[in-house]
T-cell receptor
Framework: AQTVTQSQPEMSVQEAETVTLSCTYDTSENNYYLFWYKQPPSRQMILVIRQEAYKQQNATENRFSVNFQKAAKSFSLKISDSQLGDTAMYFC??????????FGDGTTLTVKP | SQTIHQWPATLVQPVGSPLSLECTVEGTSNPNLYWYRQAAGRGLQLLFYSVGIGQISSEVPQNLSASRPQDRQFILSSKKLLLSDSGFYLCAQCQKNMNTGELFFGEGSRLTVL
């Protein structure tokens, strides 16, 4: 069974600074996808960034980037130039079978002005 | 664009009462549909998923059931609620032609069982 571990229940960062959220996972699969989802206080979950395991290049979406270390089974999210709107709960998720995603317990990020 | 509607948004029910949470999807057809439950401060637990009308798979034994009477309708039900059924329920969909498994979520339904 796949597991996803987010070891940081809560984090905070000053506005405009950079923060990194950690995620590790466990699987015996070779082909899979990793995701970071954001759940703002308004509650609707949205996708932040996606990484295909077969791609060596780390995914980037504007201020969001990942550090994907396949051998170490690590998938961290870096948020640059943090904004107040980045305050949310962030979930790391793993998927091998189109839609049956396994989620971590989340990291609550607070961006301070 | 695809959207997912869930209702009711909030619900307070006594123990032993029935439950019906509804999820409808717009802007796509023949999606995979999912019910997740999120306990307070925790991650998402997959409860049910459906690959088509009338096709339901249960991930964990529980007091709940799911049905998919139409292609874009997914219902979560219970005949008698338990205190442990309290939580935040999220409906999600995934397009079959997206091999990545990216999920699109509804706004959620918060259930409190008293």
């Amino acid at each position: 069974a796949q597991t996803v571990t987010q070891s940081q229940p809560e984090m905070s960062v000053q506005e405009a600074e950079t923060v990194t959220l950690s995620c590790t996972y466990d699987t015996s699969e070779n082909n899979y996808y990793l995701f970071w989802y954001k759940q703002p206080p308004s509650r609707q979950m949205i996708l932040v960034i996606r990484q295909e395991a077969y791609k060596q290049q780390n995914a980037t979406e504007n201020r969001f980037s990942v550090n994907f270390q396949k051998a170490a089974k690590s998938f961290s999210l870096k948020i640059s130039d943090s904004q107040l709107g980045d305050t949310a709960m962030y979930f790391c998720a793993f998927n091998t079978n189109a839609g049956k995603s396994t989620f971590g317990d989340g990291t609550t990020l607070t961006v301070k002005p | 664009s695809q959207t997912i509607h869930q209702w009711p948004a909030t619900l307070v029910q006594p123990v032993g009462s029935p439950l019906s949470l509804e999820c409808t999807v717009e802007g796509t057809s023949n999606p995979n549909l999912y019910w997740y439950r999120q306990a307070a401060g925790r991650g998402l637990q997959l409860l049910f998923y459906s690959v088509g009308i009338g096709q339901i798979s249960s991930e964990v034994p529980q007091n709940l059931s799911a049905s998919r009477p139409q292609d874009r309708q997914f219902i979560l039900s219970s005949k008698k609620l338990l205190l442990s059924d309290s939580g935040f329920y999220l409906c999600a969909q995934c397009q079959k032609n997206m091999n990545t498994g990216e999920l699109f979520f509804g706004e959620g339904s918060r259930l409190t069982v008293l």
